[in-house]
Nanobody, 123 residues
Framework: QLQLVESGGGLVQPGGSLRLSCAASGFTLDYYAIGWFRQAPGKEREGVSC????????NYADSVKGRFTISRDNAKNTVYLQMNSLKPEDTAVYYC????????????????WGQGTQVTVSS
C-alpha cells in the first residue's frame, strides 16, 4: 500500500522558515513525481510545487515562487519543501501526493492523500 507521511509543520512568525518532509512507506519514491498541495481554512486545496522523479525538473505556483524550494533525496526516500519568507497567507495544512509526472506544478495522475501537516504563520 502506497503511503506518504508529511511532517515538519508548526507555528512560525512571518518571515520565518520551515522545512516540510514527505516520507514514503511501503514503496520507493524513485519512480514517482511528488507534488505538494495545501488547504487553508475555508478554501479549496491548491497545488504548490512538483518535482520530477529524477529531481531534474521542479515547478512552483506563482504564489510561492522564489520563496519555496522543493527537493528530493531518493536514498532517504524523502521529498522536502523548504519554505522561506513565510507569510500569514501560507497558513494551511500541507499535503504531499505522488504522481507519474509533473504537469506544471501538479503531479498527474493524483495518488492518495496523507494526513497532512499544519503550518501556521502568525506573530
Amino acid at each position: 500500500q502506497l503511503q506518504l507521511v508529511e511532517s515538519g509543520g508548526g507555528l512560525v512568525q512571518p518571515g520565518g522558515s520551515l522545512r516540510l518532509s514527505c516520507a514514503a512507506s511501503g514503496f520507493t519514491l524513485d519512480y514517482y513525481a511528488i507534488g505538494w498541495f495545501r488547504q487553508a481554512p475555508g478554501k479549496e486545496r491548491e497545488g504548490v510545487s512538483c518535482i520530477s522523479s529524477s529531481g531534474g525538473s521542479t515547478n512552483y505556483a506563482d504564489s510561492v515562487k522564489g520563496r519555496f524550494t522543493i527537493s528530493r533525496d531518493n536514498a532517504k526516500n524523502t521529498v522536502y519543501l523548504q519554505m522561506n519568507s513565510l507569510k500569514p497567507e501560507d497558513t494551511a495544512v500541507y499535503y504531499c501526493v505522488e504522481g507519474y509526472y509533473c504537469s506544471g506544478y501538479l503531479p498527474r495522475p493524483l495518488g492518495s492523500w496523507g494526513q497532512g501537516t499544519q503550518v501556521t504563520v502568525s506573530s
